[in-house]
């Protein structure tokens, strides 16, 4: 089974500040990673499919990259509306599709 | 508009089984493959299993193997899970999703349900 590994686990920062979430696969996935928005009581919502592609909706303040093992989800200009847990899934060997641990956003 | 609406939730005892159903529309079923995924309460998310766009590739994570089916109706444009010889460690949100190629891979889920929970206490 792939571990996948996300970092920090808490981010707090200001509105209008660059969020910059890591996340780590134990052998590599190519560019089969995929990233989600969940806030409480709600679905998660798709954000980037593919490592780097934005799915249908998303903001372009959303942007991915990575390749292999290392990837990153990066919020240009953070907004009250962008608290949420954030997890990456590595979408290319089953099983099962993992999903990282989340990383916890906070606006200050 | 696309709708995924599971069903089938509530508490049950342990050792019990339970069949959870996730009724879709707004899109060709048929064409999607369909994955489960729970939350167990204060954790990440986890996938459970996976079905092809035709029923015929069914793949488990190894915590629910060997107990558990999923399966698909495309006439009625519903997706099952039953999950059988229940645990405490069963206890989570259950959501359906949409999403990869025909057998599930790749890409990612566009398409969530809001969860049922199953909740498996005595």
């Known amino acids: 089974e792939i571990v996948v590994t996300q970092s920090p686990a808490t981010l707090s920062l200001s509105p209008g500040e660059r969020a910059t979430l890591t996340c780590r696969a134990s052998?590599?996935?190519?560019?089969?990673l995929a990233w989600y928005q969940h806030k409480p009581g709600q679905a998660p919502r798709l954000l980037i499919y593919d490592a780097t592609d934005r799915a249908t909706g998303v903001s372009a303040r959303f942007s991915g990259s990575g390749f292999g093992t290392d990837f990153t989800l990066t919020i240009s200009s953070l907004e009250p509306e962008d608290v949420a847990v954030y997890y990456c899934?590595?979408?290319?060997?089953?099983?099962?599709?993992?999903f990282g641990q989340g990383t916890k956003l906070e606006i200050k | 508009q696309v709708y995924l609406v599971e069903s089938g939730g509530g508490v049950v005892q342990p050792g019990r089984s339970l069949r959870l159903s996730c009724s879709v529309s707004?899109?060709?079923?048929?064409?999607?493959?369909f994955q489960w995924v729970r939350q167990a309460p204060g954790k990440g998310l986890e996938c459970v299993a996976v079905?092809?766009?035709?029923?015929?590739?069914?793949r488990y994570t190894d915590s629910v193997r060997g107990r558990s089916t999923i399966s698909r109706d495309n006439y009625k444009n519903t997706l099952y899970l039953e999950v059988g010889s229940l645990t405490h460690e069963d206890t989570a949100v259950y959501y359906c999703?949409?999403?990869?190629?025909?057998?599930?891979?790749?890409?990612?889920?566009?398409?969530w349900g809001q969860g049922t929970l199953v909740t498996v206490s005595s």
């Open positions: 052998q590599s996935v190519r560019n089969h």
């Open positions: 707004g899109f060709t079923f048929s064409d999607y493959a």
């Open positions: 899934q590595q979408r290319s060997i089953w099983p099962p599709h993992t």
């Open positions: 999703a949409r999403g990869g190629d025909d057998n599930g891979d790749y890409g990612g889920l566009d398409y």
């Open positions: 079905i092809s766009h035709d029923g015929i590739n069914k």
